[in-house]
């Protein structure tokens, strides 16, 4: 089935400790984002790609690496996770991104994450 | 920032039409609108967007004013699976790479 997934589900981390968290995408998107959910912050934007070999830095970068080696994967990495990196991180994609055209972005279920 | 204004809350009964609606007064002439929506505990999901003309598809339809400051999102029959935190979203221009900004959403709760 056709879409976007994430791993892993649920995840707990302790502070200063290394953490990839994937995404992969099988509908040959250009471009695809990373958000991260808190209560009462609503959707951030951290990072996002437009298309294979290219990122760029959405609302809330710090902390945060992303790269985009092929179409179908972009992994998030916090290279030394602290506890305000707690939160519920989507990932999405879209079939380009840009300009002009219609830019449905498709997400995936997301990753709980909790830093202690 | 989000450069939307949506109501925190709103109710609606079952059966009922449900309209939602949203501010964006700073909006620009390419900018487009966009409504996804948030059910508890999953990402969000595409609705329907729009740029000037008023649009339907089998989810909604969305009401854009002349002026292009607000918009409406309308649910015609609500049903309570339509119970979800509602985003209204100016989609960024090309040069700020066309991304989505989330605000604050609208949380709508159809009761039976």
């Known amino acids: 089935i056709a879409g976007i997934t994430q791993a892993p589900t649920s995840q707990i981390l302790a502070a200063g400790r290394r953490m990839t968290l994937r995404c992969t995408q099988d509908?040959?998107?250009?471009?695809m984002y990373w958000y991260r959910q808190d209560l009462g912050l609503g959707l951030r934007l951290i990072h996002y790609?437009?298309?294979?070999?290219?990122?760029g830095k959405g609302e809330v970068p710090d902390g945060y690496s992303v790269s985009r080696a092929n179409t179908d994967d972009f992994p998030l990495t916090l290279a030394s996770a602290v506890p305000s990196q707690t939160s519920v991180y989507f990932c999405?994609?879209?079939?380009?991104?840009?300009?002009?055209?219609?830019?449905?972005?498709?997400f995936g279920p997301g990753t709980r994450l909790t830093v202690l | 920032d989000a450069k939307t204004t949506q109501p925190p809350s709103m109710d609606c009964a079952e059966g009922r039409a449900a309209n939602l609606p949203c501010n964006h007064s700073?909006?620009?002439?390419?900018?487009?609108v966009y409504w996804y929506r948030q059910i508890h505990s999953q990402g969000p999901q595409y609705i329907i967007h729009g740029l000037k003309n008023n649009e339907t598809n089998e989810m909604a339809s969305l009401i854009i004013t002349e002026d292009r400051k607000s918009s409406t999102l309308i649910l015609p029959h609500a049903t309570l699976r339509d119970t979800a935190v509602y985003y209204c979203i100016v989609r960024l221009t090309y040069n700020q790479g066309g991304k989505l900004i989330f605000g604050q959403g609208t949380e709508l709760s159809v009761k039976p």
């Open positions: 790609s437009n298309t294979a070999g290219t990122t």
């Open positions: 509908m040959r998107h250009n471009a």
């Open positions: 700073t909006i620009s002439g390419n900018e487009y």
């Open positions: 999405a994609s879209s079939p380009r991104g840009g300009q002009g055209l219609h830019n449905e972005q498709f």
